[in-house]
């Protein structure tokens, strides 16, 4: 595993966008897989201790998520992902909101724009997130950084892993 790879997350406060560049080494198709594909999307998304619980998903436009972040105690934050636009192994993106078990959306949510490319056999992810709601924002940014920073590298771990299959 290359320790060089890319990682960048940068805010732009005054535009509401978080902007998130990751490199891993591994080929395009599988990079793409691990964000398309329900069964592998559950093996990462989630920092330990906690889990990711997909009720379903319908990767189409006009197709969703919905799925649960569930903590050690078995309690579950739902949220739904429904997605916009799809150019497949290139571009998708979705509008993100949490909400309760039964569907209901908390919103605003916020519109994700995730870009992949491959060079050299790596494959960098590009992803932009627009907050329409600032206060949105600012409230689960901290958490949300790290969060996300340490799902990341569990994508690497398990891309190694699904590498050598």
């Not at 964000?35 to 998304?45: A, E, V, Y």
């Not at 972040?69 to 579950?76: A, C, I, S």
């Not at 916020?110 to 590009?126: I, L, M, P």
């Amino acid at each position: 595993m290359d320790n060089n790879l890319l990682f960048d997350f940068t805010v732009d406060k005054a535009a509401k966008k978080v902007f998130i560049k990751r490199e891993f080494e591994a080929e395009l198709s599988l990079v793409w897989d691990a964000f398309t594909k329900q069964d592998i999307i559950d093996q990462w998304t989630a920092p330990a201790p906690w889990l990711a619980k997909t009720k379903y998903m319908n990767f189409e436009v006009g197709g969703k998520r919905f799925y649960a972040m569930v903590n050690p105690e078995g309690q579950e934050r739902w949220s739904i992902q429904k997605y916009t636009s799809i150019t497949p192994k290139s571009n998708f993106q979705m509008l993100n909101a949490f909400a309760d078990k039964d569907e209901n959306p908390e919103l605003p949510g916020s519109e994700w724009d995730y870009n992949f490319s491959e060079k050299n056999d790596r494959t960098k992810v590009h992803i932009t997130i627009f907050n329409e709601s600032f206060d949105r924002m600012e409230s689960v940014f901290e958490g949300f950084q790290h969060g996300f920073t340490v799902t990341l590298k569990n994508l690497e771990n398990l891309l190694v892993t699904l590498s050598k299959k």
